[in-house]
């Protein structure tokens, strides 16, 4: 299972960018997917997520301005953030919890991570 994103790049404050997210491989299910950031010395930190049945959950900072969205057929994920500030520089992740089958009728659940795009918001 692989988790591909897409999208990031440099945008002035005010701006808007979109990101998405693919998950492949032999998949049985994507559970909740979300988006998480993270800066230089600091830790990972959550943006939105969405469950499957489409219940968004944002970060403080975010809500308002970011909108994220899930198509469950092509298994994908995206992040449109508008009215962009130079504190959401960042690198962004995307995330999915995700079954895959074991051995005979077995499902095992794993949370995969995206390879991670730079967000960079400046004049």
């Known amino acids: 299972v692989q988790l591909q994103a897409s999208g990031g790049g440099l945008v002035q404050p005010g701006g808007s960018l979109r990101l998405s997210c693919a998950a492949s491989g032999r998949i049985r299910r994507v559970n909740d997917m979300g988006w998480y950031r993270q800066t230089a010395g600091k830790q990972r930190e959550l943006v939105a997520t969405?469950?499957?049945?489409?219940?968004?959950n944002y970060e403080d900072s975010v809500k308002g301005r970011f909108i994220i969205s899930r198509d469950n057929a092509k298994n994908t994920v995206d992040l449109q953030m508008n009215s962009l500030k130079p504190e959401d520089t960042a690198v962004y992740y995307c995330?999915?919890?995700?079954?895959?089958?074991?051995?005979?009728?077995?499902?095992?659940?794993?949370?995969?991570w995206g390879q991670g795009t730079l967000v960079t918001v400046s004049s």
């Open positions: 969405i469950t499957r049945g489409e219940i968004t």
């Open positions: 995330n999915a919890r995700i079954d895959t089958s074991g051995k005979g009728w077995s499902v095992i659940t794993n949370d995969y």
